[in-house]
């Protein structure tokens, strides 16, 4: 990994009204790297994202993404960046070929790099033959790997995945990571949220918010060890047991 902070929030914070949904939180992220964002419902872990997308104003704190400011230029930071989601990805009554156009357009690029683009993409997952099929006729574990590339087409310096394997098999769910294994090692930094505790293993490095406030922040390895656990599930419990919010 190298050492550029693609990813800088100092003292973030996001209050509505009387509650604080984000509390002061600090970390970086490392251009290529796998980073784990976990936290139970209602931890702030959504509504600190909406932050560094550019969605949602810090009340109080700093931040950057990809070395934008996410308080003063939220509209770069969105031309910047990937995003998918578990609950939306891409259009199901769309052909596999329309929705890349789309996203291609939407993301600015040209007819000639969408072309191009879209041809390795469809050798590389290999959906040449699926090109004019509709979404909702391929297969699940298709549409994870396709939704991932339609996101990260315009080669984004950072890509964020809130939950995208959710509901989906374990086999898929690896075939998944291999893409996000890919991404990271040709330089883009990957921002991952997951209720999977088993994927947060894949991650190099692993943030636990509990109420608003990073709790925990290390490797999975080193985490396990300063916890005295043996997988990233007993740590999540250890950590985040004593959790106010979400009970």
Known sequence: MNDDKVISVDGLTKRF???????????????????GFLGANGAGK????????????????????????????????KRHIGYMSQKFSLY??????ENVRLFSTIYGL????TAERAAIMFDRLEMTSMRDTLVSDIPTGWKQK?????????RPAVVFLDEPTGGVD???????WELIYRASSEGMTVFVTTHYLDEAEYC????????????????????????G???????????????????
Request: include cysteine; charge should be positive.
């Open 17 to 35: 009204g009387s509650f604080t949904a984000v509390d002061s939180i600090s970390f970086d992220v490392s251009k290529g790297e796998i980073f």
């Open 46 to 77: 959504t509504t600190a994202m909406r932050m560094l997308c550019g969605l949602s104003r810090p009340t109080a704190g700093r931040g950057s993404v990809a070395g934008f400011d996410i308080a003063t230029q939220a509209e770069d930071i």
């Open 92 to 97: 199901e009554e769309l052909t596999v070929r």
């Open 110 to 113: 040209s007819d000639r790099e």
């Open 146 to 154: 396709l939704a991932f590339s339609v996101a990260t087409i315009h």
């Open 170 to 176: 374990p086999l898929t769910r690896r075939k998944f």
């Open 204 to 227: 190099h490095r692993i943030s636990i918010m509990v109420d608003g406030r990073i709790k925990a922040l290390d490797t999975p390895a080193a985490l396990k060890k300063e916890y």
């Open 229 to 247: 656990c043996r997988t990233m599930d007993e740590v999540f419990r250890s950590v985040a047991g004593g959790a106010v919010r979400g009970q």
